[in-house]
């Protein structure tokens, strides 16, 4: 029965509910690559990469296979082929300097705070994009000052905790789905909804299941909250 609603599904004859997160075409259904690996740190800190394109090359992931997964000083990195990878290492910074721009521009319009995260009594300006910045883990993080970056370097996940508890005040009664972002399955099970923060984002899931696809391709669920905002 189950594989009949499927077959059904892909044909359009069941129709999307209203709330349910749009579906983009699949021109870069990806899961992470078997070659992922580490490199002078074993565990992740922060977000998976929530950017769709090679942080070299800047194609689209998944248009030349698997992508790549790595850890650098446990940030994680994604790119489109091997090839790659070595002019990645032969100039982390600056490839990371370019990346860093484009998470600032898919995150800043959601940044949950109108405070330095640092020195909390000083108001950020009005205008967040004239505000100082860095991104640590893949997460965007603005400040009233330069200096307050090493803070949040120090103890990241001090910072990042801030942040998700920011993002689920400001974004639990405005969140635009009813349906799980990954199954688009529906979202009646309170108790079983998993909470995430990527990129800025809440992410409602259906189950752990669902959680671990959105590490493999959290472009994808974040596409869908482009969509739902243009419609």
């Known amino acids: 029965m189950k594989k009949l609603h499927s077959i059904l599904s892909l044909l359009g004859i069941f129709s999307r509910a209203p709330n349910t997160p749009p579906q983009p075409k699949k021109n870069h259904d990806y899961s992470i690559s078997a070659e992922t690996t580490s490199v002078n740190s074993e565990i992740r800190i922060g977000d998976p990469w929530p950017l769709d394109t090679c942080v070299v090359s800047g194609a689209k992931l998944g248009s030349m296979g698997k992508p790549i997964v790595r850890l650098y000083h446990g940030r994680e990195v994604r790119f489109c082929c091997s090839g790659c990878i070595q002019k990645f290492e032969a100039a982390p910074e600056s490839f990371l300097k370019r990346a860093d721009l484009s998470i600032r521009e898919q995150q800043l319009s959601s940044y949950p705070l109108d405070y330095c995260i640092i020195d909390t009594d000083n108001k950020l300006s009005p205008n967040l994009s004239n505000s100082s910045y860095s991104v640590v883990g893949n997460r965007l ?77 959290p472009a994808v669920a974040l596409a869908r909250f482009g969509q739902a905002t243009q419609q």
């Open 141 to 217: 993080f603005l400040y009233c000052c330069p200096p307050c970056d090493k803070t949040v370097r120090q103890n990241p996940a001090q910072y990042f905790s801030i942040l998700d508890n920011a993002v689920l005040s400001k974004q639990k009664n405005s969140y635009p789905f009813d349906a799980c972002v990954i199954s688009g399955k529906p979202l009646e099970d309170k108790k079983g909804v998993v909470e995430r923060v990527i990129a800025g984002r809440l992410i409602r899931l259906c189950s752990a299941e669902c959680s671990g696809q959105l590490d493999a391709n």
